[in-house]
């Protein structure tokens, strides 16, 4: 990957120039873009309900965990490694969450759950950066284990939490106008994200680091805290994950979130960031996020057999990723 | 009457005193093997169970997790025989896998009473089957929902994860049942019989068919997820039935957000009594079938204890 290009060459997403240049640049080269915009028209034809204020805002939603885990993947992603532990992470948020509730009240709660996930990520980190296990098998580890706690803590049971209403509403059922409190949280998650990957020196870091250890190491990068802090992101956005399903179902359930990772890393491959690490975009996260979670509302709002269904999505994500990395490499051909 | 209080009595007494004691002197053990220990209805099994245990102080209770692991399941179980274990309550992980325990038990002469799941072996090779059927439960969920909507309308099926054994079963009976009142269209969803995926399915099955006049879900936690989302759209009047009657279901009879949810037994503590049977030397029937009935709001004290 280390090729001299910089992040706005290779992703067109921050090309310079005009608006309108800049669109049709973005379209051209980026198969998710317009596999989103394709899919959006094609599905608007197809159902008079998917187009509408209240479908959209119902499926932003039910992304938004997924969405948060997709966040803190994008960046681990870039940074070079894997984590498969965020459906894991969440039950586990949910049942603590649940259980710390009644004990220290919903503020309490909100700090014991985000320091749960912060604890599973940075126990992650560790064992990738002082342990030296692979990504993979340590965050495998970490999905086995915290789905194990979450089941011990909650003995197996879906446990009903005793929440506050205004917990519940900041975090599940509220709105603002008419959008969902899960999504304007969500939202805010995504464009902080978003800046600090682009704008900040941190962000900057990442990105060297999946691009080129030895040369960030050479530059002074803390790379092995790069490393672990990514991996703490990811546990706390995968915490508040959990806080934002307690929010919603006012259960935790220790078998939550199942599968969750394997939907965020297919967000995050479809928004074009490549499994080698060194660059990515948040934005491209979400509009991979959005083709899947399209692709599902638009099966059900046809009432497609659910078996086919399955079989659709497998193929709709290989094929995105597969032109997203054909577009990859004729771009990088052409130069 | 004086004389069976005083027995109660004695007895309770003897739980909570004896129960230390009585461990040294039992003699009749019984192992239970659940295929895992982290679903509710395997959860409410072994409390029941418990409960069982309590009342009857001269058994011991040994519990086998099988971890959803046939292998795991068969060792554990082969652990109990070996060590000659009075008789076994097993519900089997896989039909098939398991299948070389009842050989085992044969040999060993420890009576081995099938529960919930069949084991795939001839009927001589096991004293006793006790479990209730899955697609009649689908039936009786069907004339339910005919029951409360009539002859005409759409139904929303919130169907568990494809392939389970229960799954395939629940729809069967559900749908072979529905078929025969050509007015009713079911429009099926998956909800993997976890309540995220329900709410989700939920939202956009309503959002493209907001005439439903009633939900089946394939477990309580799904129905009441759909329960949710109507509560949330506002969309009132639709009957709601779940599966299982677990004490999620029970409680979603009793507050109104399920119309009705057809009642899995757990099975115990009826096995035992059966295990206890066997033991004793009755004769028992081979295979018995517990009923599945609707647990509504004039039901529910019966069923939900």
Request: proline letters at 4%; one cysteine or more; glycine letters at 10%.
């Amino acid at each position: 990957m280390s090729d001299g290009r910089n992040l706005s060459e290779r992703t067109p997403m921050f090309a310079k120039g005009n608006l309108v240049a800049g669109a049709k640049d973005l379209m051209l080269r980026n198969i998710a873009v317009t596999g989103l915009l394709a899919l959006i028209i094609i599905s608007t034809f197809l159902s008079p309900y998917f187009l509408t204020v209240d479908n959209i805002f119902n499926v932003l939603r039910q992304w938004t965990m997924v969405g948060l885990i997709a966040i803190g993947l994008t960046y681990v992603i870039i940074s070079g490694g894997i984590d498969l532990s965020g459906g894991a992470v969440l039950a586990l948020a949910t049942v603590v969450g649940a259980l710390a509730a009644p004990i220290v009240g919903s503020a309490g709660m909100i700090a014991v759950v985000i320091l749960v996930g912060a604890v599973c990520g940075y126990i992650n980190g560790a064992l990738i950066t002082w342990g030296k296990v692979p990504p993979f098998v340590a965050t495998l580890g970490m999905m086995t284990a915290a789905r194990g706690l979450a089941l011990i803590l909650s003995e197996g049971r879906t446990l009903t939490a005793d929440l506050a209403p205004e917990f519940v509403f900041a975090f599940g059922r509220g709105y603002l106008g008419p959008i969902p409190m899960p999504v304007l949280l969500t939202g805010i998650v995504f464009i902080t994200a978003a800046v600090v990957l682009k704008y900040t020196v941190y962000g900057r870091h990442v990105c060297l680091v999946g691009d080129n250890p030895v040369g960030a190491h050479r530059s002074g990068i803390q790379v092995e805290g790069v490393i672990r802090s990514v991996y703490t992101l990811h546990g706390v956005l995968a915490a508040m994950a959990g806080l934002l399903f307690l929010g919603r179902l006012g259960v935790g359930e220790p078998t939550g979130g199942m599968l969750f990772e394997l939907s965020g890393i297919a967000a995050v491959v479809i928004g074009g960031t490549p499994f080698v690490g060194g660059v990515g975009s948040i934005l491209l996260t979400f509009v991979g996020l959005m083709v899947i979670g399209l692709t599902y509302n638009i099966l059900n709002l046809l009432s497609v057999s659910p078996y086919a269904q399955d079989f659709a999505r497998g193929v709709i994500i290989v094929v995105a990723v597969m032109f997203s990395i054909r577009r990859e490499a004729k771009s990088r051909a052409r130069r | 009457m004086t004389c069976r209080q005083m027995f109660r009595i004695a007895m309770l007494a003897g739980t909570v005193f004896a129960a230390p004691v009585a461990a040294s002197a039992q003699q009749v053990e019984i192992g239970i093997a659940q295929p895992n220990l982290e679903h509710p209805y395997r959860v409410g099994g072994i409390e029941r169970a418990k409960d069982w245990g309590a009342e009857h102080p001269d058994v011991k209770l040994t519990i086998v997790d099988g971890r959803r692991d046939s292998a795991t399941q068969l060792s554990g179980v082969e652990d109990l025989i070996t060590r000659h274990i009075s008789a076994v309550v097993l519900s089997p992980n896989d039909s098939k896998a398991l299948a070389p325990i009842a050989d085992a038990a044969k040999r060993a002469n420890v009576p081995l009473i099938i529960f919930d799941r069949k084991l795939d072996v001839p009927e001589t090779d096991f004293a006793a089957f006790i479990g209730s059927d899955n697609i009649e439960m689908g039936r009786v969920a069907a004339r339910f929902v005919i029951e409360k909507i009539g002859e005409e309308g759409k139904v929303i099926q919130l169907e568990g994860t494809p392939g389970a054994s229960a799954t395939v079963d629940r729809k069967q009976g559900f749908e072979e049942e529905m078929a025969k009142h050509p007015g009713i269209t079911v429009v099926s969803y998956v909800g993997h019989y976890r309540l995220q995926e329900a709410v989700a399915a939920m939202e956009d099955a309503v959002t493209a068919h907001r005439d439903v006049k009633a939900v089946f879900a394939h477990n309580d936690t799904m129905a009441m997820g759909a329960a949710q989302v109507l509560e949330e759209q506002r969309l009132e009047g639709v009957a709601t039935v779940g599966m299982d009657g677990a004490k999620e279901g029970c409680e979603g009879v009793a507050s109104g957000r399920l119309t009705g949810s057809v009642y899995y037994p757990t099975m115990f503590p009826e096995s035992l009594d059966l295990a206890m049977k066997v033991l004793a030397g009755e004769t028992v029937e081979k295979m018995t079938f517990l009923d599945t009935p609707m647990i509504t709001k004039e039901t529910h004290d019966t069923y939900c204890k």
